[in-house]
């Protein structure tokens, strides 16, 4: 019989405790620690534990050969966009997210893609949560159909590596690693050391191999990937499948890849056939019901790695029954709001100290993108100030803490899709060279945030004098 010792493991870090704690002394995180049953082993049984090596011999860097980055097309169109164009012999990918989200729907629809760019080797998918004939019952519905995908329901991590080994598959898919135990270690499957176990011997496999990779994770509560943080330092890949705001689209973003971008997403959306990708994703984002003008709501064209989205921005300023205004934003960092709010008190006259301003983007895309901040000082104005926007207008600039207005990289590329979508006006930041002419689109230059102000006024007096 193996010795054994209780430790507790935080199941955020990893890090352990001789005794329990309420917060975890390594990352801080309270009520992480769990107890766990950890084997005694000796320095010797420790250096020949392992079912598999992956080593080489030391040699010069004039002598290493160098991999070429050929990537293989998986057949999955916004897949291949967000890895960089497909997958590399022994890529290990880690795709996580929420339960039900459809990550064993997309790499199913994955592997049957596959098969024309991988060859006529067999690809082997195995399932610690599902039986056999699940997984079939969803590869029927999804309408794959091949003797090419071999099914394997195993949660034992020795008998998914012999099945590796007589299968000899040109991709791997492990669903998912939270239930799959390594035989040799104490401790229930979906620790925070058996997911570390397990997942160590499956990259030495595939690295060995040349075989790429996928495993599937969990998230917590919190968003965050289920297991340790060292999880993500050993793969090549991590990916983040979620859901926008109504969930009618699921999207894909690269959290880190060492073979491709991390600023590309793709977009899905879930039908009675699987996952379909999402061609005109602006277009879906922002939605189509945009026909009558609206306070408080302003567009702009954002970029996602090469794609560009129109998003629709939404700000609300409303009486405040607080002592102090609430300030709230969905989509856009707070502390970026907080700034934009002060440079407008400050720079274009408006009265918000008591006022709540809620800040929201449309379609539940987290935006880095700075173009971002003349939609929402424009929207906020708007709300503010009961001014009606354009369905046609767009507003595309970043808005620095002195309100003034900054030209966004790409812009005559912004302009160009604008035009495309039926936008007929653009309010952007005076050009240093010459103004860039887009047909059927009428260019406006607002320096700073009063300029903005007065040019949204002088629109609706405009507009006004029109219907008189």
Same mark, same amino acid.
């Given at each position: 019989?193996?010795?054994?010792?209780?430790?507790?493991?935080?199941?955020?870090?990893?890090?352990?405790?001789?005794?329990?704690?309420?917060?975890?002394?390594?990352?801080?995180?309270?009520?992480?620690?769990?107890?766990?049953?950890?084997?005694?082993?000796?320095?010797?049984?420790?250096?020949?534990?392992?079912?598999?090596?992956?080593?080489?011999?030391?040699?010069?860097?004039?002598?290493?050969?160098?991999?070429?980055?050929?990537?293989?097309?998986?057949?999955?169109?916004?897949?291949?966009?967000?890895?960089?164009?497909?997958?590399?012999?022994?890529?290990?990918?880690?795709?996580?997210?929420?339960?039900?989200?459809?990550?064993?729907?997309?790499?199913?629809?994955?592997?049957?893609?596959?098969?024309?760019?991988?060859?006529?080797?067999?690809?082997?998918?195995?399932?610690?949560?599902?039986?056999?004939?699940?997984?079939?019952?969803?590869?029927?519905?999804?309408?794959?159909?091949?003797?090419?995908?071999?099914?394997?329901?195993?949660?034992?991590?020795?008998?998914?590596?012999?099945?590796?080994?007589?299968?000899?598959?040109?991709?791997?898919?492990?669903?998912?690693?939270?239930?799959?135990?390594?035989?040799?270690?104490?401790?229930?499957?979906?620790?925070?050391?058996?997911?570390?176990?397990?997942?160590?011997?499956?990259?030495?496999?595939?690295?060995?191999?040349?075989?790429?990779?996928?495993?599937?994770?969990?998230?917590?509560?919190?968003?965050?990937?289920?297991?340790?943080? #060292?999880?993500?330092?050993?793969?090549?890949?991590?990916?983040?499948?979620?859901?926008?705001?109504?969930?009618?689209?699921?999207?894909?973003?690269?959290?880190?890849?060492?073979?491709?971008?991390?600023?590309?997403?793709?977009?899905?959306?879930?039908?009675?056939?699987?996952?379909?990708?999402?061609?005109?994703?602006?277009?879906?984002?922002?939605?189509?019901?945009?026909?009558?003008?609206?306070?408080?709501?302003?567009?702009?064209? #954002?970029?996602?790695?090469?794609?560009?989205?129109?998003?629709?921005?939404?700000?609300?300023?409303?009486?405040?029954?607080?002592?102090?205004?609430?300030?709230?934003?969905?989509?856009?960092?707070?502390?970026?709001?907080?700034?934009?709010?002060?440079?407008?008190?400050?720079?274009?006259?408006?009265?918000?100290?008591?006022?709540?301003?809620?800040?929201?983007?449309?379609?539940?895309?987290?935006?880095?993108?700075?173009?971002?901040?003349?939609?929402?000082?424009?929207?906020?104005?708007?709300?503010?100030?009961?001014?009606?926007?354009?369905?046609?207008?767009?507003?595309?600039?970043?808005?620095?803490?002195?309100?003034?207005?900054?030209?966004?990289?790409?812009?005559?590329?912004?302009?160009?899709?604008?035009?495309?979508?039926?936008?007929?006006?653009?309010?952007?930041?005076?050009?240093?060279?010459?103004?860039?002419? #887009?047909?059927?689109?009428?260019?406006?230059?607002?320096?700073?945030?009063?300029?903005?102000?007065?040019?949204?006024?002088?629109?609706?007096?405009?507009?006004?004098?029109?219907?008189?």
């Amino acid at each position: 019989m193996p010795k054994l010792k209780t430790v507790y493991v935080c199941q955020q870090c990893g890090a352990g405790s001789p005794k329990w704690m309420g917060q975890c002394p390594s990352c801080e995180a309270w009520n992480s620690l769990v107890e766990e049953a950890q084997e005694i082993v000796s320095k010797a049984a420790a250096r020949s534990r392992g079912l598999t090596e992956f080593s080489s011999e030391p040699v010069k860097l004039s002598q290493a050969a160098a991999a070429a980055d050929k990537h293989t097309p998986t057949g999955v169109g916004e897949l291949d966009r967000v890895l960089g164009g497909g997958i590399l012999p022994g890529q290990v990918i880690l795709l996580a997210g929420p339960p039900g989200i459809g990550k064993s729907t997309l790499l199913l629809q994955a592997a049957a893609a596959a098969r024309a760019s991988l060859g006529s080797k067999p690809l082997l998918y195995v399932s610690g949560e599902e039986s056999l004939g699940q997984v079939s019952g969803r590869a029927a519905r999804l309408g794959v159909k091949s003797d090419s995908i071999y099914l394997l329901s195993e949660t034992n991590l020795a008998r998914v590596l012999e099945a590796f080994a007589k299968v000899k598959p040109a991709l791997l898919v492990v669903d998912s690693i939270q239930t799959v135990y390594h035989p040799d270690f104490a401790g229930s499957a979906g620790t925070v050391g058996q997911i570390r176990e397990c997942a160590g011997e499956l990259l030495r496999a595939a690295k060995t191999a040349g075989v790429p990779l996928f495993i599937l994770g969990h998230v917590t509560k919190e968003g965050s990937l289920a297991g340790p943080k #060292v999880l993500e330092h050993i793969v090549d890949t991590v990916l983040y499948f979620d859901s926008e705001r109504d969930h009618v689209y699921r999207i894909l973003r690269a959290h880190k890849n060492r073979f491709g971008p991390v600023d590309e997403i793709g977009i899905f959306e879930m039908t009675e056939r699987g996952l379909d990708g999402v061609p005109d994703a602006g277009r879906a984002l922002a939605g189509e019901e945009r026909e009558a003008p609206c306070a408080g709501r302003a567009f702009t064209m #954002v970029f996602e790695g090469s794609r560009p989205l129109l998003l629709e921005v939404q700000a609300l300023a409303a009486r405040s029954y607080y002592p102090y205004p609430r300030r709230a934003a969905t989509g856009m960092e707070l502390n970026r709001v907080q700034m934009l709010i002060a440079a407008l008190e400050k720079r274009a006259g408006l009265r918000l100290d008591d006022q709540d301003v809620f800040a929201s983007v449309q379609g539940g895309i987290k935006v880095k993108d700075p173009v971002i901040d003349l939609a929402f000082c424009a929207a906020l104005i708007s709300s503010a100030l009961d001014i009606p926007l354009r369905p046609d207008e767009a507003f595309l600039g970043e808005v620095g803490i002195l309100a003034q207005t900054y030209p966004a990289p790409l812009l005559a590329r912004r302009l160009t899709e604008a035009a495309r979508l039926g936008f007929r006006r653009a309010y952007v930041p005076p050009f240093k060279g010459e103004k860039p002419k #887009v047909k059927d689109l009428e260019i406006i230059s607002v320096p700073d945030a009063s300029a903005l102000r007065a040019a949204l006024e002088k629109a609706t007096a405009a507009s006004k004098g029109d219907k008189k």
